[in-house]
């Protein structure tokens, strides 16, 4: 049963609050980590990377100018990429092949068994 | 959001689709004479850029060296065994062994004299440039090959 009125309760509470007497040892350094505690519930969230990177794609990189420009470098990188790695692959097939052929002529390169 | 990535997506795309056609596209003339029925030949004519009547004649010398050569090589082979087992016998010079030796020098010669014959014989069915270009080249690799670890140095 509730003997204690709407109006009075604020009072009725900080006089019980005044009354209440504990004799529990508080842990070490108890005070500093609450406020450390508020403090960083009240700090605003830092971006974290992806949310920038999530906000650059969304709201950057529609523009045309850039969209374009993006997609044209990309294409130049998988094009150059694509003729350095052919033209290595293309000079190491060749030389191989070069080699092959002095083995079979020379019975002195050719492998022992 | 949506739009950004699409575009993302597609550059991404793109980028791969291009290098995998320029790759294909740039390495079909390797991948050619690698699918060839006799690589080395192949490769011998796109090379030294011969017609198609230079590479008939040139594949008709190759085709008849290489019974020689196959028969110096089981030579080579044999003659190889004998100095191993004359080597591992001794601690000291042996008359067989000097014979042994002699014998290898002069089966490495012919070997050489042989190559050399057809070296020529085939740099001689080149046009001339090629030709000259295609006998320092086989020189290089089988009579210099010192000279070619040194330069690789």
Not at chain 2, 21 to 49: D, G, I, M
């Amino acid at each position: 049963m509730n003997t204690i009125e709407p109006g009075n309760n604020d009072e009725a509470l900080g006089k019980l609050l005044k009354e209440w007497r504990t004799d529990a040892p508080l842990p070490l350094h108890f005070q500093e980590a609450v406020w450390r505690r508020i403090e960083r519930a009240q700090a605003p969230a830092a971006a974290s990377v992806w949310d920038t990177i999530a906000d650059w794609i969304g709201t950057v990189l529609p523009r045309p100018a850039l969209a374009a420009s993006y997609v044209a470098i990309l294409l130049a990188i998988g094009v150059t990429a694509g003729w350095t790695q052919a033209r290595q692959e293309t000079a190491r097939v060749k030389g191989e092949l070069g080699e092959r052929y002095i083995r079979v002529l020379d019975p002195y390169q050719t492998p022992r068994q | 959001m949506k739009k950004g990535f699409f575009i993302l997506v597609l550059g991404l795309a793109l980028a791969a689709a291009a290098y995998v056609c320029v790759y294909f596209l740039c390495t079909s003339s390797a991948r050619n004479l690698e699918q060839s029925s006799q690589p080395e030949l192949a490769w011998l004519k796109e090379e030294f850029h011969l017609s198609d009547s230079e590479f008939t004649r040139i594949s008709e010398l190759h085709a008849a060296y290489l019974p020689r050569c196959a028969e110096t090589c089981r030579q080579v082979e044999v003659q190889n065994e004998r100095l191993r087992a004359l080597l591992a016998a001794t601690n000291q010079m042996t008359p067989e062994i000097e014979s042994a030796v002699a014998e290898s020098a002069r089966l490495r010669g012919e070997c050489q004299r042989n190559m050399l014959r057809h070296f020529y014989e085939v740099s001689r069915t080149m046009p001339p440039e090629q030709g000259r270009r295609y006998l320092a080249w086989v020189q290089e690799r089988t009579f210099m090959p010192g000279e070619g670890m040194m330069r690789d140095k």
